[in-house]
């Protein structure tokens, strides 16, 4: 037919035209409006086109009307007039220029637009007959001038509008033009399957309903139009068609967008349902939870060293296994680019290579035994020059001498059931992976494939994995160019593994770091799998930070949330609104810290802490930084006391204790579940910063805790639980101490190596103990080194007071100095007894009343108290004389102050020796035993010395550990307990 732009008009055949005159007089017969309508499309093509009315004008009115009246009688009530009135049907670029269907001419009269005019171009729009039962539009796009080329791309269903999402190109880029729009964001960068790139999508809220609609080009004048991945450009009289589908949806935007891709599968399998039965075998579904693959040529030193002539696979495997966990999938390439050097076929290759199939076998069941990895072989469908050998036979021939547990398709983005049955026949579980990204149409015969790596930079959005998230893709990645850490980072935000590709050579030095790098995704990937292949994921929820973008994957019982950022400069705050059900919380799993939600504007909001980066990555493959925040149910009880760990759990087979972040080159404390404790230091030895508690069902993460023990905070080393012979009265020398309630409270002056900060908190039932009236003296020690025969090994200082081993005259009855913790130990030991714990000695000194000083409850000492630095307040006290020594340097006999006793009867806990107790605690890169009550040597000068003379019965001081030498002192003696 003729149509008309501008005054140019196309040639006529008669044949065409006497055709034309045919349809319309059939048109005539079946129209009783017929007359009017005539007159109305007359009038208004007419009006809109001043100029003489001559005769291949009238042509061109009489094709427009043809199409109108022979369109508006298939679909009178066409679905498309529920739309909002104003709202264009489309929009697309011409030329560069963007367009809207709404600017066009359109045909009068009748309900259903079927012409459109615009300068350039003629525009037809028809019903077609969906399967599905979808709306669905033709769009027929021709240039409608005499000479030129005209250039179309970009065709949005119901139009690019700010306000709404849609998706489209942006863009000169040749592979990833396609882009999705977000009202308030910049333009994001997504992947669609490789038969979609120009495709339009976009979503619109209205008060009758929400409404998706997508446009597909499905043909083109095979003459006159040139088809590229983006855009069609037309030469004079050339078309283009695309078909439009138009659907409703309920909830946020990313329902349209998964009513579209997921449930209608981009209208790829139009009118044919999706054949489950290959994602339902259980032998297949081991792929779903792969995650790290590398591809390697058979003369890779990684496989084979040729100077020692010897496979090198397994050293592969052990370091990928401590760099990043180790590898799911590891693909061996005998073939391509040799393949066709001789007559050798691609499976003749295979046979080849040193030990033949045999040796590959034992390699295939060595890497699966003791690495848990996969062995893939690759075919090449391509390869029929060199000798003939069916490629199903040669392929199930294959597998069984190898016992490979995939094949690559080489070259190919789908499979068939002859490949997969050429498989099956010979085991179980064979999976097929394309070398290419499988199509929705081509989804049901294959479970796994990759993303090209042609998109070398790649998207920060995968649409392909909104499709079908139970299909197995890796994203391609090279090692040899640039570090690429946005790589595995982005295979994480969008829950799929990563194929290193090794065919390029090279090894840089860094590879070992960014490997590291891709143990941390791939340990939050493997951890959290079953939620990244379930359907409802969300993509893209909202941030309160453009250029940080969020999926939401929830789970069964668990979600977790993927962060990307291109904020170079990093962040740290409130970012997406998260659900928190009840009993839930949040936990960083990319930085294993625990985090409280932030309440904004209502709503309760994730905290994330994302790393920056430098400036100088900005477009490179390794831009970016990553995040992941899970939301767990509260499963594990965690606490801790002092230097042990008590935690809890029901559910969940195993508990993974860390200390520090969990990598793949540590080891953690693997304990059952239920009620444990364990001790920190025998466990891990000095240990400061994160202690991660993991709680596992299989190697499925139930919840997390992080504890974090501060750097140089005390932590007790020392261990209670040896108990002596119980007696039922007081032995010889010591006072009975009954059971009571007692809160721990301390005092302490000099912080500057941090003081205990763990005790416990609120009241503890203390159970009934003897303790020693008076501190051991040198008499009593004198009788343990006779009858023991105790000596110790480091005998520096040990009894430095005493004279070539002997008691000096008239101390007999003085407190024992000079002896170290392990010499007490040692005597408490022999007389059947114990060194008391801090807060025995402080409950027994204190009595349950909690005095301060042993005499009396409300005792009044006058205090003068001065702030000298931030780790030092120094307090100078006025105790009375007759209550006991006021730091005068002079040591005495023990119960020279009977008046200073407390109610239990206790003597001399103040102002006589320091105290041992049995408490030593780790500060990190040190170590102390607390001692208690003062002593009788008061320095004075300086403020900078020990506070010495009397101390409050709560006054906590510091004995730093080094040797027993060095720890003994003319100041620090004690007393004994027994149970």
């Known amino acids: ?22 349809g319309l007089l059939l048109i005539h017969q079946e129209h009783n409006d017929f007359h009017e309508i005539f007159s109305s499309s007359f009038l208004n093509f007419r009006s809109s086109h001043q100029s003489i009315f001559t005769m291949p004008r009238l042509f061109a009115f009489l094709s427009y009307l043809l199409c109108t009246l022979s369109l508006s009688a298939q679909n009178a009530n066409f679905y498309w007039q529920n739309l909002p009135e104003k709202l264009p049907l489309f929009s697309l670029e011409v030329n560069g220029e963007l367009r809207s269907s709404a600017q066009f001419e359109k045909g009068g009269g009748v309900a259903d637009t079927t012409l459109w005019l615009s300068p350039n171009l003629f525009i037809r729009t028809w019903p077609l007959k969906s399967p599905d039962g979808i709306p669905k539009l033709a769009i027929e796009i021709s240039n409608a001038m005499k000479a030129g080329k005209i250039t179309i791309r970009n065709l949005v269903p119901l139009g690019q509008e700010p306000s709404r999402p849609y998706l489209t190109g942006l863009g000169e880029h040749p592979l990833s033009r396609a882009h999705l729009f977000l009202p308030g964001r910049k333009p994001l ?13 976009s979503s619109i809220e209205t008060a009758t309903g929400n409404y998706c609609a997508l446009a597909r080009r499905v043909a083109w004048d095979p003459k006159l139009a040139t088809r590229r991945r983006f855009e069609t450009e037309l030469e004079s009289r050339g078309w283009v068609r695309y078909e439009l589908w138009l659907d409703t949806y309920q909830g946020a935007w ?57 496979y090198q696979l397994e050293g592969f495997l052990k370091r990928g296994k401590q760099l990043y966990g180790g590898d799911d999938v590891v693909g061996i390439w005998p073939n391509w680019p040799m393949l066709g050097l001789d007559q050798r076929n691609q499976w003749d290759m295979f046979r080849a290579l040193p030990g033949g199939t045999a040796k590959l076998k034992s390699l295939a069941q060595m890497a699966r035994d003791k690495y848990q990895c996969r062995f893939f072989i690759s075919y090449n469908p391509w390869d029929e020059s060199t000798r003939w050998q069916d490629h199903h036979a040669g392929m199930s021939e294959m597998i069984a001498a190898t016992s490979a547990d995939g094949v690559v398709l080489d070259t190919e983005g789908k499979s068939n059931p002859e490949r997969q ?13 394309s070398e290419g990204m499988a199509v929705p149409k081509d989804m049901p015969g294959i479970l796994s494939g990759r993303v090209h790596n042609a998109l070398y930079y790649p998207p920060a959005l995968n649409l392909n994995k909104l499709i079908r998230p139970d299909f197995a893709i890796f994203r391609v990645a090279e090692i040899y160019k640039e570090p690429i850490r946005r790589e595995y980072a982005l295979s994480m935000f ?20 960014d490997y590291r790098f891709w ?24 941030t309160l930070r453009d250029s940080i973008y969020v999926n939401h994957w929830p789970g069964a019982n668990k979600a977790i949330f993927t962060i990307f950022s291109l904020q170079n400069s990093g962040f740290k705050g409130p970012l997406f609104a998260a659900e928190i059900p009840e009993n839930h919380h949040l936990v960083d799993l990319w930085n294993h810290e625990m985090t409280e939600p932030q309440i904004h504007e209502g709503k309760t909001y994730a905290i994330a802490n994302l790393e920056a980066f430098a400036e100088k990555w900005r477009g490179s493959n390794n831009e970016g930084a990553v995040g992941a925040i899970g939301v767990f149910p509260k499963l594990l009880n965690v606490n801790r006391e002092g230097d042990d760990l008590l935690i809890q759990a029901d559910k969940g087979q195993e508990i993974r204790i860390w200390a520090g972040m969990p990598t793949y080159e540590k080891t953690p404390k693997i304990i059952k579940t239920g009620r444990q404790r364990i001790n920190l230091s025998q466990v891990f030895g000095q240990i400061e910063g994160k202690v991660v508690i993991q709680l596992f069902n299989q190697d499925d993460l139930l919840d997390e805790v992080v504890l974090l023990l501060e750097p140089g905070n005390a932590r007790l080393l020392s261990q209670s639980n040896w108990k002596t012979a119980l007696a039922k009265t007081p032995p010889l020398g010591m006072k009975s101490i009954p059971a009571g309630t007692f809160t721990m409270q301390v005092k302490y002056g000099d912080d500057f190596i941090p003081n205990v900060r763990d005790y416990p908190q609120g009241p503890v039932e203390m ?23 105790y000596r110790p090994k480091d005998t520096s200082n040990f009894l430095r007071h005493w004279v070539r081993g002997k008691i000096p005259a008239g101390q007999a009855n003085f407190p024992v100095i000079y002896v170290s913790l392990d010499d007490a130990r040692s005597y408490a030991r022999w007389a059947g007894k114990r060194l008391p714990t801090e807060m025995e000695w402080q409950y027994a000194a204190q009595t349950s009343d909690g005095r301060e000083w042993p005499w009396s409850k409300t005792a009044e000492v006058k205090r003068e108290q001065q702030v000298i630095t931030e780790t030092l307040t120094v307090s100078r006290l006025q105790v009375d004389s007759t209550l006991c020594n006021t730091g005068n340097g002079q040591l005495y006999p023990v119960g020279s102050y009977p008046r200073g006793a407390n109610p239990h009867g206790l003597q001399d806990l103040v102002g006589c020796v320091w105290q041992l107790t049995n408490d030593v605690y780790r500060t990190g890169n040190s170590q102390y035993v607390i001692i208690k009550g003062g002593s009788y040597y008061l320095p004075a000068s300086s403020w900078w010395y020990v506070e010495g003379g009397p101390r409050e019965l709560n006054y906590t001081q510091k004995l730093m550990r080094i040797s027993s030498g060095f720890e003994r002192n003319g100041t620090t003696g004690f007393r004994c307990v027994r149970d």
Request: hydrophobic share 35%; proline share 5%; glycine share 6%.
């Open 494 to 513: 969008n829950g799929y593994g990563t194929e290193v590709n090794q065919f390029r050579p090279g090894r840089p030095e860094w590879i070992d770091d």
């Open 767 to 789: 159970p009934a103990f003897f303790m020693d009236q008076h501190p051991v003296t040198n008499a009593q020690f004198q009788v343990f080194l006779q009858k023991s025969g």
């Open 189 to 201: 960068n997504v992947i669609l399957p490789d038969n979609a790139w120009h495709l339009g999508y």
């Open 254 to 310: 990313q329902e349209g967008l998964r009513k579209i891709f997921q449930e209608r599968y981009l209208f790829d399998l139009e009118g044919k349902k999706f054949d489950e039965s290959l994602y339902q075998r259980p032998d297949q579904a081991w792929i779903r939870k792969a995650y790290a693959m590398h591809l390697i040529m058979a003369w890779d030193r990684d496989f084979y060293d040729t100077d020692s002539q010897k």
């Open 519 to 542: 143990g941390r995704t791939l340990r939050i990937l493997r951890e959290n799998s079953p939620v990244f292949s379930q359907k409802n994921w969300n993509p893209l929820v909202s």
């Open 1 to 22: 037919m003729a149509s008309r732009s501008e005054g140019i008009i196309y040639k006529v055949r008669s044949c065409d035209l006497v055709r034309f005159i045919r």
């Open 421 to 433: 049955a050429a498989a099956d026949q010979m085991r179980p579980g064979v999976v097929m992976y």
